[in-house]
């Protein structure tokens, strides 16, 4: 789906709130979608650029289910569906994100945000960036990028990840930074998947897309996307990149990462630039949630019915794992644990529930920790290992970090004691209240 199609129909619902006073993408913008997130907000008005700008839209679980159209519950369901059949997309010679090709680059004329005063310049958050390798094939990622001239950037290349890999082996890569994409892209560009699989195959199992071959880069991209920036990320050509607000709401430090050089940018006619607040809600859940269903499989492959994951936003949607369990074995809380950790390494805490917990309800986790641990039979604590670079606690440079695990499943040997709440009768006020 084209987004713009999508935002039509937030307008029909009255599901979007539309800015038509003039603002400026230099924190003004950012600033009102902190304001207002979770709601959806379209700018239509950028004061330094000619085009629309668009945020907040898919900050909750809530948001995701009705675009796919679905209850929140079915949402891991069909992310692991979508993994595991996924297929390739049809491929398109007249595409959307192609109607303008600028002749020359110039990025000052798009709306960058600048989001935040500690920021080392204005950045895109919310770039799907399609790279290749000669062996492996396609690959989709995440990387933010800061602007430092008309046509070129510094982007943030996280090492250990595919992407970074590729660069080492090959010194340079063609990529295309895709901006305005729908859920079906953000959230697969998001998955973890073992190398070698194409992530476009698991959006088109999300929801059928199209493809289309770039203009400059041998690539095929998001046909239906806003914008594309396409050229090559050098890795011995770096210059400084930073401050930043990362995912933990902290700020991240000052790097020397590789330089993208812009040779072309296409984009539909009417195209919308999609902001992605940093940090944020939103940030959060397309960090977090396609985490979700890895950790899923890897604790169903180990024996234990589990019933649901949370990456949790207080985690910063990454440090932090919640799941729900319907326990038939002693051992299945610790067995829990331990498949979490494997299926989300950068995971640093997890926490293990009953099925009659709702582990969207911090009380009620909480509640279950203080009524069903018990520290020296129930808390599992890892030697240190490599965490989340994300972790500002962690060691820097390698990541080493303590990671723990709290089973709060209730024992199935009970010896007397009940582990449930006790409940009140159910009542119709109208009968009493009027």
Partial sequence: MILEGYLNQLKEKGKIHIVDKPISKKLEIAAVLNKMQPEPVLFKNVKESDFHVVG????????????FD??????????????????????????????????????????????????????????????????????????????????RMVTRVVRGRDFHGFLEEEGELDVAYCIG?????LIAAATSVETGVNELEIANALREMRVTKAKTVDLLIPADCEFVLEGTVYLEEK????????????????????????????HRKTGIWQALLPGKLEHKLLMGM?????????????????????????????????????????????????????????????????????????REREWAMATRFQADEDLLVKDREPGSSLDPSAEPDTKMTTKVGFDCTKSLETKGKSFAKAKFPDVDLKKFMG
């Fill in 181 to 185: 994409n729908t859920p079906e892209v």
């Fill in 70 to 151: 679905i209850g929140v519950q079915d949402i891991i369901p069909t992310l692991t569906e979508a993994i595991e059949r996924r297929s390739p997309p049809q491929e398109v010679e007249n595409a959307a994100c192609q109607e303008v090709v600028e002749s020359d680059v110039d990025l000052t004329r798009l709306p960058i945000l600048f989001h935040n005063e500690v920021d080392g310049g204005p950045y895109i958050s919310s770039g799907v960036v399609v790279a290749s390798h000669p062996d492996y094939g396609q690959n989709l990622d995440f990387h933010r990028a800061m602007q430092i001239g008309k046509d």
């Fill in 290 to 362: 396609p985490r979700e269903p890895t950790v899923f499989r890897k604790v169903k492959e180990r024996g234990v019915d589990v019933l649901d994951v949370y990456i949790t936003p207080g985690g910063a949607s990454w440090l932090h794992i919640a799941l729900k369990i319907d326990k038939k074995h002693d051992d299945d809380g610790l067995r829990a644990i331990e498949a979490a950790f494997e299926g989300h390494t950068s995971g640093k805490h997890v926490w293990v529930y009953d099925k009659d917990i709702d582990i969207y309800d911090e």
């Fill in 239 to 266: 210059q400084d990149e930073g401050p930043f607000i990362d995912l933990t709401e902290t700020v991240d430090v000052v790097r020397q990462e590789p330089v993208f050089e812009v040779k072309k940018i296409t």
């Fill in 56 to 67: 907040n839209l898919f900050c909750t679980k809530q948001q995701i289910a009705s675009y």
